[in-house]
Structures are given as structure tokens and as C-alpha cells.
């Protein structure tokens, strides 16, 4: 069996141990801190998916248009965790 066989076998099981293991993790995470820590999450999270909401239907429009290259999946991503930690950061130490 080649690299690539192997590796496209490896996919969905890794996709749902990913997936568990996040689940599981803030689970835990949400048990333990308390309701400012909470906030300060909840307002990060709004951040973040309004950075998104807002970004990327501009983007999609746009490369529609011809004006700039089709949307990156990674980079919303990255958009979508910087923003978050940011808003975090700042929530955390203003």
C-alpha cells in the first residue's frame, strides 16, 4: 500500500478523533472557568464570527466579480482565529 492510499484511509478517522477530541475539550473547558471568563469567550466568539459573517460574502462577491481571487478556506480560518484572540486579548487585559 502507497503514501497516498494510506493517507486518504487516515482522513475520516482523523476528521472524527479531531472532532471528539475538540468536543471533549470544551466541555471541559466550559466546566472550569467561571461566568468572566465565560463573557470574555462569548464576546470573542462574536468578534470572530462577525469578522467572518461580514468578510467573507465581501470576498465572495468581489471574486465573482473578477475583482480578486477566489475565497481561501485557510485564511477565513485564520481570519476567524485571529480575530477571536484579538477580542480575547482584549477583552482579557483592558
Avoid at 466550559?30 to 471568563?37: G, K, L, S, V
Avoid at 470574555?40 to 470576498?59: E, H, K, M, Q, R
Avoid at 477565513?76 to 484572540?85: I, Y
Amino acid at each position: 500500500m502507497d503514501d497516498r492510499h494510506l493517507a486518504t484511509r487516515l482522513r475520516a478517522p482523523a476528521a472524527a478523533v479531531t472532532l471528539l477530541v475538540l468536543a471533549i475539550g470544551s466541555i471541559l473547558f466550559f466546566r472550569r472557568i467561571d461566568e468572566f471568563e465565560r463573557q470574555d469567550n462569548l464576546f470573542a466568539s462574536a468578534v470572530a464570527t462577525n469578522v467572518v459573517l461580514i468578510g467573507y460574502p465581501v470576498w465572495f462577491m468581489l471574486w465573482k466579480g473578477g475583482w480578486v481571487a477566489e475565497p481561501e478556506h485557510s485564511l477565513v480560518f485564520a481570519a476567524l482565529f485571529v480575530a477571536a484572540s484579538v477580542a480575547y486579548l482584549y477583552r482579557k487585559f483592558r
